[in-house]
C-alpha cells in the first residue's frame, strides 16, 4: 500500500515555471516516475528513499539536480557523490564481463556503454538541437493563432521530450545505483549492497533491451504499412503459364501491427534470386530479381494528404462486355488513379467492390502520403533515401539455393548457410543487423 | 449486431386463395395444399460446426479443387477465368470452416459442412457452373454479406453505387425540413439496396422495398433482420425522451420494410410522399436471353432479368410511376442495361414526361458505361 501511495505521490507534476502558460507538464526531479526503467524493482526505489531520510547527511549527495528544464540541452550533467559521470565511467574502459561474472564495475560499464549506444541511435545531438527550436516555438505568444501548426510543434516537442526523459532516467538511475552501492559498502550494510547489485543487474539488462527499441525510433517506424513486392527481369521470371499458376508479377501486402514499419523498412531493395528454375525443363540455372518497396500507414489523420474527390479516376479492370444483369462475376477489382500525380492503386483480393475500393484508397492514400513526405524531406536538405524509389541496381540480398547454398546481405554481410529458413520468414537476423548496422555508422551523432 | 435466427420466419405455408368468381351452391372439392415455399439453404458461413476434417484431409480437397480448377478446356466459348477460380476456392474455405483454436481437437479443422458436400459444391461451381454466391449461399456487396440463393438475383457490383447516389442526395438535403423521409427500392431481391440504404438514409430516413417474388420477400427479410434493421428506430430514440419512447412503443416502425407485390402496388399509403425511389429492374431484352453467361442464364431467375422486348418495359412502368409516387423535390435512381437504354431514358423522361422531372441525366459505372438515370421530381 505504501509503496502505491509513494509512487501515486510520484506522479505529481507541475508547470513549467519558465513558461506557466505551456501547456506541457514538466515533472520535477524528484517527482518524477521510474515508469519503464524500473520495470520490476519500484519496492526498491521506495526501500531507497526511507534509507534516504533515515540518513538525512547523505540525501544532499544522493540527490542529482537538474535545472532548467525548459532549456532542455543546458542542464548540469548528472553526477555521483564521488563526481562520476556516464561519460566518465565509459573512459574509466572498465571490462565488460558477462551477467554473471565481474563486479559492479563490469555492469556500470555495461550501462555506460548501452547509453551510449542508444544515444547514438536516437541521434542524440539532433534531438538536442530540434529541442531547443521546438522550446522556442512554444514559447511565442502567438504560437495558438496556428492551432494545427501548434499541435506539430507540442506533439514533436512531446515526443522528443518522452524520450529525452526515458535516457536521462536511465543515467540517473545508473548514478544512484553506484552511489548506493558506495553507501552500503561505506556503512557495512550487507544487504542494502546485494540489493543494489541485483537493482544494477536489473537495469543492465533494461538499458540492453532499450537499444533495441532505440533502433526503431524513426519518425513512423511504430506504424503499420504495406509491403510491394515487384518481380523483375532476369533469367526468366515468369508471370502465368498456360494451366499453370506459376508466380506473383506484383503483390501488395497489409502489415497490421507495432512497429511493422520499423522492421520491414529494412526489407527494401532488390532481392536476388540464384536457383534451378522449376518452370526450365532444361533444367538450368536461373537469377530472378524482386524489388521490395515500403509504405507507412500513418496513424495520424491529421498528418494525410488531403485527397480531392474530382482528382481521383476509379475504374473496374478486367472488365468487359455489358456488364450489370448480363454478367456473373465475383471480380471486383478497382483501380483508382490520382489524376494530378499520376499515382494509381489497386485493389482485387476483397470479396466486394466497395471493400476492393475502400483498400484502393488506403494503399492510395499511403503513397500520396508516402510523396509527401519525401517532397517535405528534400525540402528539409535532409538525406532520407526514398523508399518507394528502388533502382534495379540497388541490390540488397542474395539468395543462392544453387550451386551452393547461402543467404547474404550485401549491406551488412550478414549472411546464413540456410536459405530455406530464411525463405520461410527467418528475417530476425538480417533485419536487426541492418537496422543496428545503418544507425550505429553515424559515429559522430552523438 | 443482431444475430439472425435460422431457420427464418414461419414461411406462408397457405397462400390466401382468390376468392371463386361465382359462388356455387355446391362446396368447392378440397384442393390440395400448395407446396411449402422453397427457400435456399442458409450461407454457408452462418451454418453451425457440424463437422470437422484432418488438415491433410483438407489438403488432399484443396489440390483436388485447384486441379479441376485449372481444368477447364481452353476451347470454351464461355470460359471460367482460373484465377478467379482459385480465390473463389480460397473464399469456399474461409466460409466453410471455423477457427481451429476454438475446436476441441486441436488436430482437427472445424467445418461448416461434411467434406464430401464441399467436394460436390466445387463440382457443382466448375462443371456445372452455378454461380459462387449460390454455392455458398452470400454475396460480399459493399460493406454487407447478404443471404442469396436460387430464386433471388444475385446483386451486381455496379448496383453498388445505387447506394452511393442515395447517400450524396442524403447528405446534400441534411438539414432540410424535419419529417420523416421515405425512400423505396423497387423489386429488392435479396434486400441489397435497401438493406445498404438503410445505413444511408440518416435518422429520418427509412425504407420501404417491395418484392413480387415470395423467396425474394423472405430472403430479404432474413438480411434486414441481420442487419438490425427491423424495429431499429425504436432503439435508437429510446434515449430521446419519454414522449419519442412512447410513440416508438405505441406505433413502432422498422427501419427498412419488405412487401410482397408488383412495383408500386404495395406503396398505396406512401403515394406521393416518397422522398425517393430507386430500383434495378430487369433490363436485359428477352432475345438476349439465351445467350447470357452460363451462371447467369441457367440459375438466376428470368423473373429479376427478362426486361421484355426492348428490355425496358419495366423501367418506363418505373419512370411513369415515380411521376406520381415522388414528392416534390423527390429523388430517383434507376440501373439499366447501359448506354443505349439510359440515353433512350433520359431523351423520354424529358421529353414525353417534361415538366415533371430537373437534372436527369445518366451516371457512369466505373466500366465508364451510362449505368443510371437519376433525377427529382420537379
Known amino acids: 500500500m505504501v509503496p502505491f501511495l509513494l509512487r501515486r505521490f510520484r506522479f505529481k507534476p507541475f508547470i513549467n515555471p519558465r513558461n506557466p502558460n505551456s501547456n506541457v507538464l514538466y515533472s520535477s526531479r524528484h517527482l518524477e516516475p521510474h515508469n519503464g526503467f524500473r520495470p520490476s524493482h519500484s519496492v526498491f526505489g521506495w526501500t531507497w528513499s526511507s534509507q534516504n531520510s533515515q540518513n538525512p547527511s547523505r540525501s544532499q549527495s544522493l540527490s542529482v539536480i537538474y535545472r532548467g528544464l525548459a532549456s532542455e540541452a543546458a542542464f548540469v550533467e548528472a553526477r555521483t557523490s564521488d563526481g562520476l559521470t556516464v561519460d566518465g565511467i565509459v573512459e574509466q574502459r572498465w571490462p565488460i564481463l558477462d551477467e554473471g561474472e565481474g563486479d559492479w564495475k563490469s555492469h556500470a560499464a555495461a550501462i555506460a556503454q548501452s547509453i551510449q549506444i542508444i544515444k547514438k541511435r536516437l541521434q542524440w545531438k539532433k534531438i538536442m538541437v530540434r529541442l531547443d527550436v521546438l522550446s522556442a516555438e512554444l514559447n511565442r505568444p502567438d504560437l495558438w493563432d496556428d492551432p494545427v501548426h501548434a499541435g506539430k510543434v507540442s506533439r514533436e516537442h512531446g515526443g522528443l521530450m518522452g524520450k529525452l526523459k526515458e535516457v536521462r532516467g536511465l543515467e540517473q538511475e545508473l548514478l544512484e545505483q553506484i552511489d548506493m552501492l558506495t553507501l552500503a559498502h561505506e556503512e557495512n550494510d550487507e544487504e542494502l549492497e546485494s540489493e543494489s547489485m541485483k537493482a544494477l543487474l536489473l537495469t543492465r539488462r533494461s538499458a540492453k533491451e532499450k537499444e533495441h527499441v532505440a533502433l526503431l525510433s524513426g519518425d513512423h517506424d511504430s506504424c503499420s504499412c504495406f509491403i510491394e513486392v515487384q518481380a523483375g527481369a532476369g533469367g526468366t521470371v515468369v508471370d502465368e503459364m498456360p494451366g499453370e499458376i506459376a508466380g506473383i508479377k506484383r503483390a501488395t501486402l497489409k502489415v497490421d501491427g507495432d512497429y511493422a514499419f520499423g522492421y520491414a523498412k529494412a526489407e527494401v531493395g532488390v532481392h536476388r534470386l540464384v536457383r534451378i528454375s522449376p518452370f526450365d525443363s532444361a533444367k538450368r540455372r536461373h537469377t530472378s530479381f524482386a524489388a521490395v518497396a515500403v509504405i507507412p500507414i500513418l496513424d495520424d489523420a491529421s498528418s494525410h494528404v488531403q485527397i480531392n474527390e474530382s482528382d481521383l479516376r476509379i475504374e473496374r479492370f478486367r472488365s468487359g462486355g455489358p456488364g450489370g444483369q448480363h454478367a456473373n462475376t465475383t471480380e471486383s477489382a478497382v483501380r483508382i488513379v490520382h489524376i494530378p500525380t499520376g499515382v494509381t492503386a489497386t485493389s482485387q483480393n476483397e470479396r466486394s467492390q466497395h471493400m476492393n475500393k475502400a483498400m484502393a484508397m488506403a494503399v492510395l492514400q499511403s503513397r500520396l502520403d508516402q510523396l509527401e513526405m519525401a517532397r517535405q524531406a528534400q525540402m528539409n536538405a535532409q538525406h532520407t533515401q526514398s523508399l518507394t524509389k528502388i533502382s534495379w541496381g540497388n541490390q540488397i540480398r542474395t539468395y543462392v539455393l544453387h550451386p551452393y547454398r547461402m543467404v547474404k546481405d550485401l549491406r551488412t554481410n550478414y549472411e546464413v548457410s540456410d536459405p530455406d529458413s530464411v525463405l520461410e520468414g527467418d528475417l530476425d537476423g538480417f533485419i536487426l543487423s541492418f537496422l543496428s548496422a545503418s544507425l550505429d555508422k553515424h559515429g559522430d551523432d552523438l | ?378
Not at chain 2, 459493399?142 to 444475385?154: C, S, T
Not at chain 2, 419529417?179 to 438514409?201: K, P, Y
Not at chain 2, 420494410?257 to 430500383?279: A, N
Not at chain 2, 418505373?318 to 437504354?341: H, I, M, R, W
Open chain 2, 1 to 378: 449486431m443482431l444475430l439472425p435466427k435460422l431457420p427464418l420466419r414461419p414461411t406462408k405455408l397457405f397462400a390466401s386463395a382468390t376468392p371463386p368468381l361465382f359462388s356455387t351452391s355446391s362446396p368447392p372439392p378440397p384442393s390440395p395444399p400448395p407446396p411449402p415455399l422453397k427457400l435456399p439453404k442458409p450461407p454457408l458461413f452462418l451454418r453451425p460446426l457440424i463437422s470437422s476434417a484432418t488438415p491433410t484431409s483438407l489438403h488432399s480437397f484443396h489440390s483436388w479443387a485447384k486441379s479441376l480448377a485449372l481444368s477447364t478446356p481452353p476451347d470454351d466459348p464461355d470460359p471460367l477465368d482460373p484465377n478467379l477460380l482459385l480465390r473463389e476456392l480460397q473464399w469456399l474455405l474461409q466460409d466453410a470452416t471455423g477457427d481451429v483454436g476454438r475446436s476441441q481437437n486441436p488436430d482437427l479443422v472445424p467445418l461448416r459442412a461434411d467434406l464430401g458436400d464441399l467436394y460436390g459444391l466445387w463440382r457443382e461451381r466448375v462443371l456445372e457452373r452455378r454461380p459462387f454466391q449460390y454455392v455458398v449461399g452470400c454475396e460480399h456487396w459493399r460493406d454487407l454479406v447478404l443471404w442469396v440463393g436460387e430464386g433471388v438475383l444475385i446483386p451486381r457490383p455496379e448496383t453498388e453505387v445505387v447506394v452511393d447516389l442515395v447517400k450524396e442526395v442524403v447528405i446534400g438535403r441534411s438539414g432540410r425540413g424535419d419529417g420523416e423521409e421515405v425512400w423505396a427500392d423497387l423489386g429488392t431481391g435479396s434486400g441489397a439496396i435497401a438493406v445498404g440504404m438503410g445505413g444511408v438514409v440518416g435518422e429520418r430516413g427509412r425504407v420501404v422495398a417491395t418484392d413480387l417474388s415470395e423467396v425474394a420477400v423472405e430472403v430479404a427479410r432474413f438480411n434486414v433482420e441481420r442487419y438490425g434493421l427491423k424495429e431499429s428506430i425504436l432503439e435508437l430514440k429510446a434515449y430521446e425522451g419519454l414522449t419519442r419512447v412512447l410513440v416508438n412503443w405505441l406505433a413502432p416502425w422498422d427501419k427498412v420494410q419488405i412487401r410482397q407485390g408488383s412495383w408500386f402496388e404495395p406503396l398505396e399509403d406512401v403515394k406521393g410522399k416518397l422522398t425517393g425511389l430507386v430500383s434495378n429492374p430487369p433490363y436485359i431484352p428477352s432475345r438476349n436471353l439465351p445467350g447470357l453467361q452460363a451462371e447467369v442464364g441457367r440459375y438466376e431467375p428470368k423473373l429479376a432479368l427478362d426486361g421484355g422486348k426492348s428490355g425496358m418495359d419495366h423501367l418506363i412502368h418505373l419512370c411513369e410511376g415515380s411521376v406520381s409516387y415522388l414528392k416534390p423535390g423527390g429523388f430517383f435512381a434507376f440501373e439499366t442495361n447501359g448506354d443505349e437504354q439510359s440515353e433512350f431514358l433520359v431523351d423520354f423522361m424529358v421529353s414525353k414526361l417534361e415538366n415533371n422531372f430537373r437534372d436527369v441525366k445518366a451516371v457512369a459505372d466505373f466500366a465508364v458505361i451510362k449505368r443510371f438515370v437519376t433525377g427529382f421530381r420537379s
